[in-house]
């Protein structure tokens, strides 16, 4: 039985997608039963790495929806509109969706979720979070029966490429993104990289899975590494850690008060940290991703490999075909729903407020090169009830010096309390960098 697929997008990973449908030997034998039967695309004259009959080719979405020999429409195309418009008339054909396109589910997920679930068809996502990495499945099956107390990562291959290169050169932040951009790993715009935007988005659908529930994406406190200051990743070094832009949804309580008895709060943030290098993510480099899941009673489980790019992508969105593909010859077309998005509002999510958030931090001051300056920044650490872990002056020159400061876990009202007061200090010029730790 051969089973038509419809792509929307010939882009990076929509050549990669065409490319294993049109080379199935030894691969899984369902393989041969997918046909590629027609690819929209934006410009049918530009020059593609592989070739396709013309006559399969549209520069009309909405025609490949339509046709009635596709079967499944798989969604590459990427950004808000018309991709989600596109989905959503899919599904309302009958037609299972598969898409990687993790923009649109952070923030419409549960109006496909609805969609599908009155049509009785599968959205399949595994390709959205972590490219090749098998990691939705897994938190919303093989994970399911625990109680999930964090869900942490390297989800964001452009980033943790030019934080490596820091690491080990030394290297400037604008410098290795310009590197980054000539070798393909930055987008000519990388703001959705580097501000964690991209992270935000994987994120905020991790933690749904995770946790049972949609997460408002506007709520996501978000923080890239576009202001990084390369000697915070030296002195990171010099008192033992790395900094990676880490995404990180945390369980703070259940029943929450803003929601009903079965609700949950969490913690849900995207944030350059600092990690201590013994730490299971500490040696994810390169563009590789990684995602930590630590839960009752599994414990920790770690999710390792490379996070983006035509061959990783394309590996997890074929998959997802394959997974329906095989449904339809068990149970039929229409086979159920996927449980991703029927198990979209089992729980209510709620996330805490900011200010009230517990976590350890890395702050460092610039100040003058006296006496009685570190003493005067503890003390005001202490008026605020803040503990501090270690204090020392790591450079010092022509009567400035620069005092890094790494706390004990804090709430962060109480942090910026003592930072406002230490700010007013005789002798403190700045808070030159402000950074978490764990």
């Not at 990427?78 to 309302?92: D, K, W, Y």
């Not at 969706?97 to 952070?106: D, H, S, Y």
């Not at 933690?207 to 996501?220: D, K, M, N, S, T």
Request: net charge negative; glycine share 12%.
């Amino acid at each position: 039985m051969t089973i038509g697929i419809g792509l929307l997008g010939l882009g990076t990973v929509g050549s990669g997608v065409a490319a294993i449908l049109a080379s199935p030997q030894g691969r899984h034998p369902l393989v041969g039963d997918l046909v590629l039967e027609r690819v929209a695309v934006r410009d049918l004259h530009r020059p593609r790495p592989l070739t396709l009959p013309p006559e399969r080719l549209t520069t009309d979405p909405e025609a490949v929806i339509d046709d009635p020999k596709v079967d499944i429409v798989v969604e590459v195309m990427g950004g808000l509109e018309p991709a989600r418009s596109l989905i959503l008339r899919a599904i309302a054909a009958g037609k299972p969706v598969v898409t990687a396109n993790k923009a649109v589910i952070a923030r419409y997920g549960q109006e496909i979720a609805a969609a599908a679930a009155r049509q009785g068809v599968y959205v399949l996502i595994e390709a959205a979070v972590g490219g090749g990495i098998p990691i939705i499945e897994p938190i919303k099956q093989s994970l399911g029966g625990n109680r999930i107390q964090r869900v942490s990562g390297i989800i964001n291959g452009t980033t943790n490429y030019i934080l490596s290169r820091m690491a080990d050169e030394g290297a400037a932040y604008a410098d290795v993104l310009a590197d980054a951009q000539r070798l393909g790993y930055a987008e000519a715009d990388p703001a959705a990289d580097v501000q964690g935007g991209d992270a935000a988005d994987k994120i905020a659908i991790l933690a749904g899975l995770a946790y049972g529930g949609p997460v408002e994406r506007a709520g996501i406190a978000t923080e890239g590494i576009d202001r990084l200051d390369a000697r915070d990743v030296a002195y990171a070094a010099q008192l033992g850690f790395v900094v990676k832009l880490l995404a990180v949804a945390e369980r703070v309580r259940d029943d929450a008060p803003a929601g009903p008895p079965d609700g949950v709060s969490l913690d849900v943030r995207v944030h350059p940290t600092l990690l201590p290098k013994h730490h299971p993510l500490a040696g994810v480099h390169g563009v590789n991703n990684a995602i930590l899941v630590e839960g009752d009673p599994v414990g920790q489980v770690m999710f390792f490999g490379p996070g983006a790019g035509a061959g990783p992508t394309a590996s997890a969105v074929v998959a997802d075909i394959l997974n329906i593909a095989g449904i339809r010859q068990v149970g039929g077309p229409q086979a159920g729903l996927d449980p991703l998005l029927a198990a979209s509002s089992w729980r209510h999510c709620t996330l805490v407020d900011g200010s009230m958030s517990l976590h350890r931090n890395y702050v460092r001051f610039s100040t003058r090169d006296e006496a009685g300056v570190i003493g005067r920044i503890g003390t005001c650490f202490g008026a605020a009830e803040v503990s501090i872990q270690s204090i020392v002056q790591l450079d010092a020159r022509e009567g400035e010096a620069e005092i890094v400061v790494i706390t004990h876990e804090v709430r962060e009202d109480r942090f910026r309390e003592a930072l406002a007061a230490i700010e007013a200090l005789e002798g403190v010029e700045t808070v030159a960098a402000c950074l978490r730790t764990l």
